[in-house]
């Protein structure tokens, strides 16, 4: 894997430097510096009243899981009715280009292989079974 990101809000980034831009560091930057209408107490104490667990991180994830897994396609993300849906959950999220959700995709795949090998490099026996 490429080179990690680390942000001076403890978060990471891990991916390989090809398919990740300096536009998802622009985008974590913006959205982790404090909002200057708010104070942080307030921002906090909004987020718990209305029960908000918004994270951009898992909305990234759960987006590709949902394209791949049924085999949407990627730009199925720019789809106004798709964006007024994430919209309508949380009006500060952040939607994102279908090239994005491909790089997405590509990153939670080749973590996906690693897990895969270090599983099969760590079990001493494999079973395979036919249903």
């Not at 209408?37 to 951009?56: A, E």
């Not at 009006?91 to 599983?119: E, M």
């Given at each position: 894997?490429?080179?990690?990101?680390?942000?001076?809000?403890?978060?990471?980034?891990?991916?390989?430097?090809?398919?990740?831009t300096t536009s998802n560091i622009l985008n974590h930057q913006r959205?982790?510096?404090?909002?200057?209408?708010?104070?942080?107490?307030?921002?906090?104490?909004?987020?718990?009243?209305?029960?908000?667990?918004?994270?951009?991180?898992?909305?990234?994830?759960?987006?590709?899981?949902?394209?791949?897994?049924?085999r949407h396609p990627f730009r199925i993300v720019q789809h106004p009715?798709?964006?007024?849906?994430?919209?309508?959950?949380?009006?500060?999220?952040?939607?994102?280009?279908?090239?994005?959700?491909?790089?997405?995709?590509?990153?939670?795949?080749?973590?996906?292989?690693?897990?895969?090998?270090i599983f099969l490099a760590v079990s001493s026996t494999l079973r395979?079974?036919?249903?």
């Amino acid at each position: 894997m490429g080179p990690i990101f680390v942000f001076r809000c403890g978060k990471f980034l891990k991916c390989n430097a090809r398919l990740s831009t300096t536009s998802n560091i622009l985008n974590h930057q913006r959205d982790c510096s404090p909002k200057s209408d708010l104070r942080p107490q307030q921002g906090l104490m909004q987020s718990f009243v209305s029960g908000s667990t918004y994270k951009r991180e898992k909305l990234r994830t759960l987006t590709a899981l949902w394209v791949t897994r049924p085999r949407h396609p990627f730009r199925i993300v720019q789809h106004p009715e798709f964006r007024a849906i994430i919209r309508l959950l949380n009006p500060l999220a952040h939607t994102h280009s279908a090239s994005t959700q491909a790089r997405d995709v590509q990153c939670l795949y080749k973590l996906s292989q690693q897990k895969t090998r270090i599983f099969l490099a760590v079990s001493s026996t494999l079973r395979i079974s036919t249903p």
